[in-house]
């Protein structure tokens, strides 16, 4: 991987030198300065249709593995020896986060290499760390182009990156910035004071839809299952076959939105506190409604219910992951409690299934 | 709205003793779990805790211990299939900027 910090000839070749890397001739890149010999991108701070087109693209789980910058030190305005440095994560979002607020600040920017992750997962990781900020700082010779030693680093960054530590190996200070790269400017304009606001992770309706479509594309194979039981459970494949197999195929393929995209939306009322509880009181309460709408027998209804509560219980605990407020003993006891009640939901339900099918029945 | 999960909290210690009552903790908590009073860090809402490990890591007076740890099953369950502590794989996980994911 090429350093922003690699030595060119001359100015003018290092404009050329620069502009010429294939890594650098990006859209949000707009210019090159050059301070000190070196040659620093600059920054556009205006995030381009492409960009928001890109941000849809990620959300939804495609072109996931290259959405990432080049590491190293970029600058947004006009910076100078006293101005900022604020540090993000080579994650395509996190990174137009931060540029997208830095309108009309003059600031650098140092990108850690964190694998394309983004700031809190990395952090979680450690890639977005002590050591690779340590060598980062190292790498772009940060502290030949400003005359203080302070880094604004994004507030989840903590989870990565002892400040002690930090200052002990290095020299430089953290300030922890907001949590929201957004509230940057206020907390700029008020002095660097942070409001309560500004320090608390958030988990809207809106950030809660939109961490929803990666489960949803990830779960297409729980849907291709739920198919596939429908159509087994239509059979024989005489005239009525779609009778009994298009209701079975919207209670079970239709536990992937319901796990998926309704479950996050409704997580805070939803009852419990596991969420394999919620997951699975809601798939049940699917699986209810659509028997009594298609007016299933009742072997048939309490199959569909047994089935559902696990799958959407899984789909449920899988979200934690998404979640900005589950710690990890509870989500072991969750995993560990949950296994066998979930395993036996599933198997008595797929038996009544085949019972509510047999002659007779 | 303050969400609250299992367990939260509960591997978080505070030693009151070694506290020097900087405040930073305060500082990188994302759940307003600390606040500082009379010159000493307290645990005001340990319910609200999600074990990050950030107040920990980052407490110049080694007052604070948490065991963190990513709150995420899916990692949990990787790690149960792969015999090791809770991984997130190789991949990066999905596409998730400011929810905490593995």
């Known amino acids: 991987m090429i350093d922003l910090v690699r030595k060119p000839a001359g100015p003018a070749e290092r404009q050329a030198g620069f502009a010429a890397l294939s890594e650098l001739q990006v859209p949000w890149i707009e210019r090159f300065l050059v301070v ?52 993000t994560a080579n994650y395509k979002l996190s990174f137009d986060a931060l540029r997208s607020s830095l309108a ?24 977005f760390g002590t050591g690779e900020l340590v060598s980062r700082i190292a790498k772009t010779r940060l502290g030949a182009l400003v005359r203080h030693r302070e880094l604004v680093l994004p507030q989840l960054g903590a989870t990565g990156v002892s400040a002690p530590e930090l200052a002990r190996r290095t020299g430089w200070r953290v300030v922890w910035g907001p949590v929201r790269a957004r509230d940057i400017r206020p907390w700029l304009e ?5 409001t309560e606001d500004m320090r608390r992770i958030t988990f809207t309706l809106r950030e809660r839809l939109a961490v929803a479509p990666v489960e949803l594309v990830h779960s297409w194979p729980l849907a291709a299952a739920g198919l596939v039981l429908a159509a087994l459970y239509g059979l024989p494949a005489d005239g009525s076959w779609s009778s009994r197999a298009l209701p079975a195929a ?24 596991a969420f394999s509880v919620k997951g699975a009181v809601l798939g049940a309460a699917w699986a209810a409604a659509c028997a009594a709408f298609f007016g299933l027998s009742p072997t048939a209804s309490a199959s569909g219910i047994l089935v559902a509560a696990p799958v959407t219980a899984f789909l449920g605990m899988n979200f934690t992951g998404s979640s900005t407020f589950t710690c990890q003993t509870g989500a072991l ?29 | 709205m303050r969400y609250e999960y299992l367990m939260n909290g509960g ?90 994911c593995c």
């Open chain 1, 333 to 361: 006891a969750e995993v560990e409690k949950g296994f066998w009640p979930m395993a036996a939901s599933l198997a008595a339900g797929l038996v009544l299934g085949v019972v509510s099918r047999a002659p007779g029945a």
């Open chain 1, 104 to 127: 009309g600040i003059d600031g650098w920017v140092l990108v850690l290499d964190t694998k394309g992750v983004n700031v809190w997962c990395a952090a979680g990781k450690g890639t």
């Open chain 1, 190 to 194: 008020a002095g660097r004071v942070k």
């Open chain 1, 250 to 273: 919207v209670l079970l393929a239709g536990l992937v939105p319901v796990g998926a995209l309704a479950f996050p939306a409704l997580l805070p009322r939803l009852p419990g506190r």
């Open chain 2, 11 to 100: 591997s978080l210690h505070l030693d009151p003793d070694a506290c020097v009552g900087c405040g930073d903790c305060v500082d990188v908590c994302p759940h307003g779990v600390f606040r500082v009073e009379n010159g000493k860090a307290r645990i005001e809402d340990r319910g609200a805790c999600m074990e990050c490990g950030a107040c920990a890591l980052n407490c110049p007076a080694s007052a604070l211990s948490v065991k963190a740890g990513v709150g995420c099953a899916a990692a949990i369950i990787l790690g149960k299939l792969r015999g090791t502590a809770p991984s997130c794989g190789d991949a990066p996980c999905a596409g998730k900027d400011q929810a905490g």
């Open chain 1, 36 to 87: 000190r010999g070196r040659t620093v991108p600059v920054l556009r701070t205006r995030l381009s249709p492409r960009d928001r087109l890109g941000a849809v693209k990620v959300r939804w789980g495609f072109g996931r593995g290259a959405y990432r910058v080049l590491p190293g030190l970029y600058a947004a305005g006009k910076p100078g020896p006293d101005s900022p440095v604020f540090v």
